[in-house]
């Protein structure tokens, strides 16, 4: 399976990609979590990431794109992949395409986790009190709503258009939904 996991932040995009990876045998590969890892380690990608993650804003696209391009050449990948949070907008999905066609493989679905932002945002601010993680305060999470809905949201007409995209409604317990995934992927 090649896939990407679109939806908004707090959707349960890392949570149910940890549930799929094991389900289907594919490495997830969250671009959040390699920046993050970065940060905490502080390399130089880490440098460059972080001004901008904890200001909500996207990373610069040849940051990111070099990144994404690199982790998929690796052998975990070759035999499939699901991508959480990668591509984020339409520049990154045309560069995501060139990456596939280089490879000689092609996107099998894009998997689109649908939440209200009032849901999301309680949800982010609750994540906050747990794990501390910088840009789950309240600004920040406006922030990174407003570059979804500007930047992201449009690739689910996107892959809408290639007949890859299948919406999945991510409200409901976490076990719910895997299974609401699970179904909508076997399609
Ligand atoms: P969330 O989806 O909850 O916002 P992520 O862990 O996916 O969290 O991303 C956290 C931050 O990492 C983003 O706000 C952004 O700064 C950066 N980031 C992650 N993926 C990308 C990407 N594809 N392009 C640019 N920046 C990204």
Known sequence: ???????????GKGTQAARLTERFGVPAISTGDIF???????????????????AGQLVPDEVTNAMVRARLAE???AAGF???GYPRNPEQAVELD???ADLGVELDVAI???ADFDVVTERLLKR??????????????????EVYATSTAPLTAFYAGRGLLVQVDGLGEIDEVTERLVAAVAR
Do not use: W
């Open 1 to 11: 399976m090649r896939a990407v996991l679109l939806g908004p932040p707090g959707a």
């Open 36 to 54: 993050r890892a970065n940060v905490k380690g502080g390399t130089e990608l880490g440098r460059k990431a972080q001004e901008y993650m904890n």
């Open 75 to 77: 052998d975990d990948a």
């Open 82 to 84: 699901l991508l959480d």
């Open 98 to 100: 060139s990456m596939l």
């Open 112 to 114: 689109e986790i649908t």
């Open 128 to 145: 906050a009190e747990i794990e501390g993680r910088a840009d789950d305060t309240e600004p920040v999470i406006r922030k990174r709503l």
